[in-house]
């Protein structure tokens, strides 16, 4: 109800502000008995953390994840599961000077005016920080579908107007992280990374588009008519900081084609159904066929610059602002475990919910 | 959970299959004391109903809305509203030949196999049809949301490969029916159903974009984190059929832009925040900030079309199809009234939502 | 959240006013491939309807059940049932005369005030007609229950003062039918009909208890904390019109004993846990564990009597009252398959939701 | 789903094992605005942790609250707020030697069984230390409620087989803390405690029943059909372990009673609506009418006892057991807080659904 959890089954609760105390999620309805490898959790953490590198934000937390219930000896217990993840390096008298100015682009007015009162610091819990508790849970998630064979990649696919022009079919999944960008590509990462670079300098901000792919699909997953799978993957993406667009399967080049060209026609190998194209994207009906599910998330540039710019602040006066506080150039990076951890807290619920499908 | 309710606090559970006996929907959530216009929500089922014109389906449904419950002297009792549209077109013996085809790009094959038993007829619950449920309650959230000035327009921007290149607020929106395309522009309408005409005759099928507006939102409508409206109109929209990619403000676009150039500095307008530019698309952080509220949604080409296929049967041998049953060479049109009932239910049950906000 | 849903995987809306066009429910959440009989609903909704014998109120319903989706050739698909019952003998007019008076114990006032409308017809939504709805609903359930040998049993135990002093034990749970009033013994049954039918003669009414009885549950269904089963079980039958007490096992007489009393000792059978004594009502921690579950449930006496009242009309009028209407002078008898219908909700919900406890 | 989460708009979620490092819930839905007086928080906490007096258990805790997010500068945010209490005396060593063993009218067997794991220190999830966090999160629910004027008072009024004999009427409600038992009766407080105090040097343990009154509440609370007030307010309460049993207004005692004797005829006070008796305890057709609501809850005696009992071990072997862990003799006086909290989370809930019930 009021927008801070995620998952029918497998339920998701994150809390938390970004100069708070800390974040964190309870996860309940986690089946029980799922052998919880925590330095997987915290190398999902760790690939989100502020600080990483050169081109992300310098805010310093070592983002280390902390299980406070539900898990006993290495074991889920069926109970809920709370990962905490402490505010280290939060600087809230940074944000003192911004306490009544409105940024652009950003949730200041909006929380003001909708609570009548915002942890202006960082954002609060407007901030991308609280993306950590749902990496967590994600990482859980991510667990509970390795025991099924499922197979989550996300990589960076645009920077800005560089972009690379392959298929995930023709790159290698396996060197996301072989580059700080995170797209598997040296070349096309290396302009990303200098293009990233160069806007920093000037005190400006990149947006670009995330691509994901996820492997090994049993068929099934997936609700009617409003829980359509592509329906909660899109809710789940849309749910992240600074995303504006989302497409699966032939997107929004598919409206071009017609449907002769379209269609994806089945054929068996080795007595299971595939189809010879994939336009549906692994989804039809709303529901998995098998094949790969494949989508596009579009982020806007970060809403943080360091560029002047005129703005309001909470007495209706036109102010200047220049923004304090530390933030990435561009949030893609950093954003790629965030959409696989979506992808994962999705793929959890209705694997789970797709257990009482038939008598 | 099963997949066939939307909302919170405006809760829609739809019911029915294609060639059932009804298709339907409860409402349970809405307000006391709303005058229920009924002419209003049959208006909104014409527009959705097939053959209505030459470029639609020829099934011939008059789609007469019946309210079971829930109404009493013109006016909603804040108990469950039941809402019946009987089917009286069924030809279900059309589709007796299919019965074990699975038909490429539809949900034939994937409901076969997450249930154990599919209703053939016309695809069952995966058919279209059952959008007919979603105008008719969406409707009732249009008659709530008008008591807010809330207003809601959507119309075709794109059929294949042709485009009106002109964004809304260069189009009178109150000539959306004016044309059977529901394009508000007279020329690009024309050659968009000779294209469609064409296409049928071809035995083809074509898909397209639809564009939505939503004027007069109060600011403070979303929720954060999971549920931000953003979140929440990309799954209702991803809930329609054929919906393959949803952008919203900026969208995909947007990704190119620079943070500087893509920001929407706040100015007062007659004492109220404005901004000067909306990339934002009317949300930030999730919430609605005032401004007009914009998005794209693309469709695939419709699957059913007349054209030789191969595809599989359910005994897994490879079988030639021609479909047979009746079908639209492009949905888009009558998909212009279901797109804006998906809107008005996220935004009616967000705007109840909201309620609680403060103390 | 407005109060008409009942379940989280196997869930249930009710809808219809008891002088509207009809009743009925939508069950979304009923795995597929169920055989539905048709007669076992009927059945069920026989027991309840009005006019049943001379100790029931004499509305004459059929209570026809029609099922409008979610089945086919005899099995459910997996998508949303809704089950429709007309009210065919609605005498609204009978009410017109009480339109502005607020009955002593009935809903008039709260929903007036509550909904600042409300239909005056027989109490609308507030009317016991509405668990015909819910009794259909049940009868799917326990059809699904019956697949896993979960057996429930209700009947009348206590009929104003007079009461059956015997366990269930001691009982042929098969009988309960053999009498009117629905209390399985010949002597005790003949008395509370005859109490019946003098208090109706006095133009007065009486309540009761029913006891139910839930054979063959399966260890494992209830969640921790907030949905133990015993907190659902008494939540559904709370619901039911009338109901002033609930409780389970030991209950009310149990808060006199002492541990060492009232401890159920477990002990080997056939290699499968039991407990020697069962005053944990088969209920242990929330989950079931494998031993009988029984409750009671008491009834206050029906609000509607012939007796002339003094009560006030909205215009906050102090006035007399002589009820319009017809009306049952005990539910009791009619209420037991409904006790039997809120159990089996539960229990199907339940065994649903168990089925991912464990990976 | 996993049942850890109780409300619909005031909604939460508690997490925590009782020998684990910590007990917490996360409120999602408290409105922005509301001052939190962390004093009153840690008073309620304070009345419900062990180690108070010689009548409870002496496992020592201090039951510090922790508010992690949520609250910025005294004051909600409308975001979640995440309270934690820490496990400090927690010795769970001294389980181990009962790890393998069922205790009787406990959950240890149902939860091995439904999990197939389980926390077997101090009953893990299972343990009466949860309802900790359920009492923290009414604390703020009670806050809430004191904004509207409603007040909620619990008492102990039967211990064993001793029993207040008096009405909450006839008792000052204030007064229930100045006894150790939370008898507002010195004289039946004393014989309680000695009752107490004589079966723990039996080493066995006793039962008894809690009474709560509600006053101020506002009319039309509460949603028709299934989540009637009382459903909700019986299901929480079944929700605390120990209780069987539980009866609103004229419960169990009501259903030998006559229409006639029942009803509660209205009148008028000072132009507002009253009733003459209270059988109905404040609550009509599911929804309040502004009259005192009130009820009992029955508790089954302590299962944890001294004494030796025979039971099994997880490899079904018959066992004799003499509990380790330190326990209650009678868990009635620290339950007070506990039904107060219940009851709260209820009410504070269906306050804010009511936001919504008139356009």
Known sequence: MAGNSIGEIFKVTTFGESHGLAVGAVIDGCPAGLEIDESFIQHQLDRRKPGQSVITTQRNE???IHILSGVFEGKTLGTPICLLINNTDAKPQEYEAMKNIFRPS???Y???????????????RSSARVTAASVAAGAIAQLLLKQTGMHITAYVQQVGK?????KYSEID??????????C??????QQMQEEILKTKAEGDSLGGIIHCVIKNVPVGLGEPVFD????????????????????YGSGFAGSAMKGSEHNDAFEMKLGIPYTKSNFSGGIQGGISNGMDIYFSAAFKPTATISKEQSTINSEGEEVLLEAKGRHDPC???RAVPIVEAMTALVLADFYLRNKSSKT
Chains 1, 2, 3, 4 share one sequence.
């Open 331 to 333: 949030v893609l990076p």
């Open 228 to 247: 359509k799978l592509q329906a909660d993957l899109a809710k789940a993406i849309f749910s992240i900081n600074a995303v504006h667009g989302f497409e």
């Open 110 to 124: 909006t929380y003001e005016t909708k609570y009548g009162i915002r942890d202006y610091r960082g954002g609060g």
């Open 106 to 108: 950003h949730a200041d």
């Open 162 to 166: 560089i972009k690379l022009n392959k």
């Open 184 to 189: 598997p590509d040296e070349i096309v990462a």
């Open 173 to 182: 999944l396996n060197s996301v992280d072989s580059t700080l960008v995170r």
């Open 62 to 64: 070592s983002d280390t």
